[in-house]
């Protein structure tokens, strides 16, 4: 197992989008509790069909064992899902908030 061709692409969304946030867009997204609401509800929206998805009794989504670490968790969802989930769900919160941003002070 390299994790490469899951793993590695997963855990580099995350950090771009952090980065990306952090240095960039600057938008104060991950100090505010509603953004961490919204990410628990997706989550446990992401848990129910994930689960479903993926579990190893009877998948309808098959990984390859060399391109994932192996870790899943909870009903045999592997880890590299959620990282996945939390890049994209929050790169589309920035680029709204980004916008919303924009538009503000387009309209002052």
Known sequence: MTGLGYTLPAVT???????WEITILRTGLFRRPGYWL??????????VVDGWLTKLSAPLVLYDSAHITG?????????EDFLFGFAFVTA???LWERERIRDRKAGS
Do not use: G, K, Y
């Open 92 to 94: 589309v919160l920035l």
């Open 38 to 47: 919204s990410m628990i509800i997706v989550l446990s929206f992401q848990i």
């Open 71 to 79: 870790i899943r968790f909870p009903w045999d969802i592997p880890v």
């Open 13 to 19: 969304a995350v950090v771009l989008v952090c980065a």
